[in-house]
């Protein structure tokens, strides 16, 4: 169903009620953000920047998440590490949103052959969980974080294809679409003018969410040595990387994972309070 | 309904066929050269140009795609590279392991997450609801593998209470085959039973408030009734859709939890082949996995038709 | 004694700024045996009452004393009030599509009640669950109590509610407009049961409705709801006859009769605004929209009697003989031009429909080898049919839900593609036509939807939708746009600054009209009305009728105006098409529609329409048996419902046509002496300028 307020005025009532859910997640996700922009001109040592006499150091003033095995400062890491997963989780679900919302958008109103066939291939790559594909992706050649990112990207396509589709059929069955038929009006300008703004903004809170999912699922393929490459500080890097060491140096681990944890619950309070506001009667809808 | 049902089980074997052939054809792709593995580094060029022969990997790539699709139709998923042991048998202990590791978890997920759910909507901004909510908020925010750290860290190796590490025989030794599979499954649990707790929770907010349950109150049930006989069932519907979906997470999962606990099921294997570029072990288990899938999502399709009245007897009206 | 009795009950939900007023003061009696109608609008409170009896709302929000058989209710505790739900009161709701749970068998959800209230066991409330079925008219109760609420048809399904309401023998039945999503042929069919019901068993009824015809039917009293107070209460004979609220007075003025038409007789609507509930007026609720408001309205208003019965009105008696303000009219322009060429042209046109594949069945490949293979189902919606609107005509298209008049209608616009025939506007036939080649046939024709939400997209302004068919149709440019659009608007009676406005900050009727702004843009010839004034609430219809009427004479456009009410149809078209599963069945000037002689399925639907004039006299009513479900392959299409089938001809050939006078046609294989023998079904007589026609 169409939103029954404009979605500007909507966000813009919704910040001035300022529900607690989104206040919380906005400013927690604006200073994670700012870590992430300056992180390489704050952190107090190079990212990569070795030191063999102060190896798994416990945390101290010097270092104030300690050193890891190779005696790098986890602080510094840490912060640069955020820009990573930021870049992966923006990034894929950015790509995933280019590619998928057109493609959607075009399944749903055209329906007939184009729609089949879209669908079977989308059913086909939703047929794997997304971690196989990934990884089958990045298996085919030497892994890295760019190519992290694709994956992820190209492996969330189907969902948000198969949400704007969702959308889309809904919608194409309003009067005010038949009546832009009646005039004329030509595919793309449907498509464009009078369906998307009306499906956007439930696209824009299942992409804030799936957010979420890429940082996760790029920190995981990060984890098992098919996403970024050592010495970056990626954080699923830093925690696999930590892995022998979790007895004598627990906080190598702790501190990456930890920063991933509250990064994603702020983005995910911040598409929750964002859902709130454009459709109170769901509440904590599951995705 | 038999014809939804046929419909259904044609779609998966198509699937199931293209999987195939991507499978196989991106594996083509791949670096390192098998024979040059196989037979190592200081081979000359006429020990590789016979192991390709032997391999039949001069072969046009279409029959070398027939010749391994059916050798796996008859079981045979040919011969582990660097283990130098028949991948199928391979598979089969593996696949054991994950299955008990898999079915175990799933059952938690099942049950703990609809009854969350269900609790939850019932004592709906409850303090009860809350702390569901908060619970499941965190759950779905945490990746597996630091959760799984998280715990290993705080029972391995803090309290000493349960093994790092590893898979117990449960012949031998339940006690030890519980110990050890303990932490994998509250990892992989924890995850997704926040996810169908809330599913389930607003898929039951939903149904309370539609229109017939809201008739059956007019006609004077208990509320016990009303929520347990009308409302649960047409709110489980949903719900067994996205346990379906929950199967491909578990499965995303198992590998990454495996990874972390050193537990030898099916996830590490593959994880193992892709690093030694092993490629009928790749192969192999990638489609293995691909197909348990594609059954449960099936399983999973037929169980809602088989509840869902709408589907199961159609209309009168035909 | 009286069975059910409401004193001064009052709703508020909410508190502090978004405090909200449902229900002021009521005070509402019904004795046993009694069908007391509550009348109202939408937002008017009438659902409130019942939720309110029945203990659905939240107990902190109501106050005032509800008396049931002289026990209080308001003091008693939930546990025992919910008891008396199902058992001693019960509730049938509006929606029979989604008030049934789909998962459940039709049997076990009537049975339930007995069990629970009861106490009787699984096999005795089954029993009598079968009992109740059989007395709602249910032919076969043992193959419905086994069915899904999905495989019933709307009909069925609300009588499935009724079984259930009644099977714990309640004193008091309350219905929450049980018939408003209901064909009409079936409403007779249910406020039939429901009046042999009342008469049966001698329960008190209180029926919840919005339309007048209906309370006609079937009430003895009849209270007006508006914004939560009563304004009036009586017999229903006074109230409907001789109206003394000025409400009531508009409310009756502004519904369309049947049978009586004068192009220049125009309904009185009802101007102005629902209040708003979170900020309600002092004094009388009803003054911003009373034509006959005075100072003395601004003071708190009380109930008090008035002949035989009570009015919120201070100067009811007063005003009594003043008449309703007329609307202005939009001058005396000639209705009728004499050039009357054929604009649109349907010629024999057809449209079926896939059904999707739901089985299988076992073919024969080579002989011998069993293959499987889809069951192809097509259905016909539209059978063979040919009309044609001329240039300023307005022709009525009447049928009820699945006789494919909406889809007739986008087929005359070339928004659905016909399966065969020909579709002519303006002399070119433009059935094949590309999309590309349509775009002048675009401007000349357009449509009006009747769900006024869905018809503008919610992410527009008002101008901005407007405007945009201004551009589209090549007529406006730049700044000269707005100044087009803002004269559209102003035409269609929307006041210029709800240019930027968005369609949620608008109330039905004034998107509805900001539709017709729209559909007007390009300077149409033709436009196809697809029920425009089906969902808006009555006093709004008036308005939006009058428009409709008064543009067509100024600017000379022909409509298809598609309803599935008589009245309405009868007051705006020139000549009516009855349309009955993808056939048209009688067709010609209004007044001859209306009067003998008929076709069986006109007289069914004329008789079955509910007016609030006139009185009802049970046994000249024709009830049609069945539900709309059974479409069939040859033969006439009413066979099977037909009161007046011959035999096995109707079901074999297909019924000749027969034309009593020029232009007017019946489908039929009845002589045409035995239908012009029937009895008119529409009282009141026509004005001489119709019969020029």
């Known amino acids: 169903m169409p939103q029954t307020k404009p979605f500007h005025r909507q966000a813009a009532l919704a910040f001035a009620a300022m529900p607690s859910k989104m206040l919380v997640g906005g400013v927690l996700l604006t200073a994670i953000i700012i870590i992430a922009v300056l992180g390489p001109w704050v952190a107090p040592y190079q990212y990569d920047q070795m030191s063999i006499l102060a190896r798994m150091k416990p945390p101290s003033a010097a270092h104030w998440f300690g050193t890891d095995e190779l005696g790098r400062d986890v602080f510094s890491r840490t912060l640069v590490g955020a820009q990573m997963s930021l870049a992966i989780g923006l990034g894929a679900t950015a790509l995933s949103l280019v590619a998928g919302v057109p493609l959607g958008l075009l399944c749903g109103y055209k329906r007939g052959r184009f729609d089949e066939i879209v669908m079977r291939c989308m059913d086909v790559l939703l047929s794997m969980p997304p971690i196989m594909l990934g990884l089958l992706f990045l298996a085919v050649s030497q892994p890295s974080a760019w190519k992290a990112i694709l994956a992820v990207g190209f492996v969330y396509i189907p969902v948000i294809v198969r949400l704007t589709r969702a959308l889309t059929l809904d919608l194409a069955n309003e009067d005010f679409i038949e009546a832009a038929r009646a005039r004329s009006e030509r595919t793309w300008y449907i498509l464009l003018r009078e369906i998307l703004p009306n499906a956007w903004p439930t696209i824009a809170v299942e992409g804030s969410l799936r957010i979420t999912f890429a940082i996760l699922l790029g920190a995981a393929l990060s984890f098992l040595g098919m996403g970024a490459q050592p010495p970056s500080p990626e954080w699923g890097l830093m925690i696999s990387g930590a892995r022998p060491f979790i007895a004598q140096a627990p906080w190598i681990a702790l501190a990456p994972g930890l920063s991933m944890c509250l990064t994603v619950i702020a983005v995910n309070l911040f598409g929750d309070g964002l859902r709130e506001a454009i459709d109170p009667r769901t509440g904590s809808r599951g995705h | ?318 | 004694m009286s069975l059910l009795s409401i004193k001064d009950l009052t709703v508020t939900y909410g508190t502090g700024p978004s405090r909200l007023q449902a229900l002021k003061g009521i005070n509402l009696e019904i004795s046993p045996g009694e069908t007391v109608a509550l009348v109202g609008e939408s937002g008017s409170g009438k659902s409130t009452i019942a939720m309110a009896i029945m203990d659905m709302i939240d107990r902190r929000s109501v106050v005032g004393t509800i008396e049931f058989n002289g026990e209080n209710l308001s003091a008693m505790d939930a546990d025992k009030r919910r008891d008396m739900r199902g058992s001693r009161i019960s509730l049938v709701f509006q929606d029979p599509f989604t008030s049934l749970n789909p998962s459940i068998r039709i049997g076990n959800q009537v049975a339930e009640g007995l069990i629970a209230h009861l106490g009787l066991s699984k096999r005795e409330a089954q029993s009598k669950a079968l009992d109740a079925l059989r007395e709602v008219g249910i032919a076969d109760p043992e193959a419905v109590a086994k069915s899904y609420p999905h495989q019933l048809s709307g009909g069925m399904r609300q009588r499935v509610l009724i079984a259930s309401a009644l099977v714990c023998n309640p004193e008091l039945l309350i219905l929450d407009e049980p018939t408003t999503a209901l064909d009409v042929t079936i409403e007779a069919q249910v406020l039939d049961l429901i009046q042999e019901i009342s008469a049966r068993r001698n329960v008190g009824v209180l029926f919840i409705t919005h339309n007048l015809g209906v309370v006609n039917k079937i009430a003895d009293r009849v209270c007006v709801l508006y914004a939560g107070q009563v304004l009036e209460l009586g017999p229903k004979g006074s109230v409907l006859r001789s109206p003394l609220h000025p409400y009531t007075r508009g409310l009756l003025g502004s519904i369309p009769r049947l049978g009586e038409r004068d192009r220049l007789r125009r309904l009185t609507p009802i101007g102005g605004r629902f209040p708003n509930l979170a900020d309600p007026p002092a004094g009388c609720i009803f003054r911003d929209r009373c034509p006959f408001a005075e100072d003395g309205c601004g003071d708190a208003q009380q109930v008090r009697p008035v002949s035989d019965r009570l009015v919120k009105c201070w100067r009811a008696e007063e005003v009594s003989d003043f008449r309703w303000p007329e609307p202005p009219d939009a001058g005396s322009v000639p209705a009728v031009t004499a050039d009357r060429r054929a604009l649109v042209e349907l010629d024999s046109v057809s449209k079926s429909f896939a059904l999707p594949v739901t089985t299988i069945e076992w073919r024969r490949a080579f002989g011998a080898i069993p293959v499987p293979a889809p069951v192809k189902k097509r259905v016909d919606v539209i059978n063979g049919i040919s009309l044609s609107i001329a240039q300023g005509e307005i022709v009525g298209l009447v049928g009820e839900s699945g006789s494919g008049k909406s889809t007739l209608g986008r087929i005359m616009l070339r928004l659905i593609q016909s399966s065969g025939g020909r579709v002519v506007f303006d002399g070119s036939d433009i059935t094949a036509s590309k999309e590309r080649d349509l775009e002048g046939f675009r401007r000349k024709a357009q449509i009006v939807f009747q769900n006024p939400t869905s018809s503008l997209n919610p992410r527009r302004t008002i101008g901005n939708a407007i405007g945009r068919a201004f551009t589209v149709s090549g007529n406006g440019q730049g700044a000269n746009r707005r100044a087009q659009v803002e004269t559209l608007m102003d035409r269609v009676g929307l006041p210029k600054r709800y240019y930027d406005r968005y369609p949620h900050q608008l109330s039905g009727g004034e998107k509805q009209r900001a539709g017709i702004a729209r559909a007007l843009a390009s300077h149409p010839q033709l436009i196809v009305c697809d029920e425009p004034v089906s969902a808006l609430d009555v006093s709004v219809q008036a308005t939006v009728l009058n428009l409709f009427l008064d543009l067509s004479r100024e600017l000379q456009l022909a409509y298809l105006f598609i309803s599935h009410d008589l009245a309405v149809i009868s007051h705006v078209a020139d000549r009516i098409a009855v349309l009955y599963f993808g056939k048209i069945v009688e067709e010609g000037p209004t007044n001859r529609v209306l009067q003998p002689p008929y076709h069986p399925y006109t007289e069914a639907l004329l008789s079955a329409a509910a007016s609030p004039d006139g009185d009802h006299q049970p046994g000249s009513r024709i009830v049609l048996s069945g539900d709309t479900t059974r479409r069939v392959a040859k033969g006439c299409v009413f066979q099977g419902r037909c009161p007046r089938q011959i035999g096995s001809i109707c079901e074999t050939m297909t019924p000749p046509v027969l034309e009593p006078a020029p232009g007017h046609r019946i489908a039929c294989h009845l002589p045409l002496e035995e239908l012009a023998a029937a009895a008119s079904r529409v009282p009141g007589k026509f004005t001489a300028s119709q019969e020029s026609k």
């Open chain 2, 1 to 318: 309904m038999l014809f939804y049902v046929l419909k259904r089980f044609v779609a998966v074997v198509a699937v199931l066929i293209v999987i195939s052939i991507l499978v196989f054809t991106i594996t083509q792709v791949m670096p390192g050269d098998v024979a040059h593995t196989i037979a190592g580094q200081f081979a000359t060029p006429d020990v590789i140009a016979a192991i390709r022969v032997k391999l039949g990997l001069n072969d046009p790539v279409a029959v070398q795609y027939w010749r391994w699709v059916s050798g796996i139709l008859v079981g045979d998923f040919g011969q582990s590279i660097v283990m130098e042991r028949p991948v199928g048998s391979l598979i089969a202990d593996a696949f054991g392991a994950s299955a008990v590791l898999a079915g175990l978890s799933f059952v938690c997920v099942a049950v703990l997450g609809i009854l969350f759910g269900v609790v939850a909507a019932v004592r709906k901004d409850g303090i009860v609801d809350h702390a569901i909510s908060t619970f499941t908020y965190v759950g779905i925010s945490i990746p597996e593998f630091f959760w799984g750290i998280v715990l290993i860290i705080c029972f391995a190796n803090y309290f000493q209470l349960l093994p790092s590490g590893g898979m117990g025989s449960f012949f031998s030794s339940p006690a030890d085959w519980l110990a050890h599979l303990a932490l994998p499954v509250v990892t992989l649990t924890l995850t997704l039973v926040a996810h169908v707790s809330r599913l389930t929770r607003s898929s039951m907010l939903e149904t309370l408030n539609s229109q017939y349950v809201r008739n059956a109150r007019a006609k004077g049930l208990s509320e016990t009734t009303v929520v347990f006989r009308h409302a649960l069932p047409n709110a489980l519907m949903p719900t067994i859709t996205v346990l379906a979906l929950d199967i491909g997470w578990l499965i995303g999962g198992i590998v990454v939890v495996e990874m972390v606990f050193s537990y030898p099921g099916i996830g590490r294997l593959l994880m193992f082949a892709i690093e030694r570029h092993d490629l009928p072990l790749i192969q192999a288990s990638i489609l293995v996995i691909a197909l348990i899938y594609c059954l449960a999502n099936l399983a999973a399709d037929l169980l809602y038709a088989l509840v869902n009245p709408k589907i199961r007897y159609g209309n009168a009206a035909d």
